[in-house]
């Protein structure tokens, strides 16, 4: 890292003396520094992910973190489901389970799957398909 804190250091340098100056050859070894830098900096970030990457125990999880990393997108924070009912809002997971649970098992028992017959699921299917 201190490696590449010197170099633009000196890029700021060439900055301000091809700023101030109508010389062409400085403003042109300017833009060339700028474009040698950039390569560096871009092939040390590169040596630096492919570090990490290697280094980690899960490499795959290592890739998307870095790719994440580079794009400047992160991670949404890992919002809690809630449920607002009458008696209020419920946040605790358990309960939110025990919720649903129940109110499907009531729903089940709800519905009279016993008194559907075969010869009439064929007739609907004949319906659909005819």
Same mark, same amino acid.
């Given at each position: 890292m201190k490696d590449i804190q010197i170099p633009c250091k000196n890029k700021k340098y060439f900055y301000i003396t091809s700023?101030?100056?109508?010389d062409p050859r400085e403003k042109d070894y300017?833009?060339?520094?700028?474009?040698v830098?950039?390569?560096?900096?871009?092939?040390?970030?590169?040596l630096h992910?492919? !570090?990490? +990457?290697k280094r980690s125990a899960n490499q795959i999880k290592a890739k998307w973190n870095t790719i994440r990393e580079n794009t400047g997108k992160t991670k949404k924070?890992?919002?809690n489901p809630e449920i607002k009912l009458e008696t209020g809002i419920i946040?605790?997971?358990k309960i939110l389970a025990y919720i649903f649970n129940d109110y499907f098992s009531k729903t089940i028992k709800n519905l009279n799957i !016993?008194? +559907?017959?075969q010869t009439m699921a064929i007739k609907l299917l004949k319906k659909i398909l005819a």
């Open positions: 700023r101030d100056t109508n300017y833009e060339k520094y700028c474009a830098l950039r390569r560096i900096i871009k092939e040390a970030k590169r992910c492919n !570090n990490l +990457i924070p890992n919002k946040v605790n997971g !016993n008194n +559907i017959e």
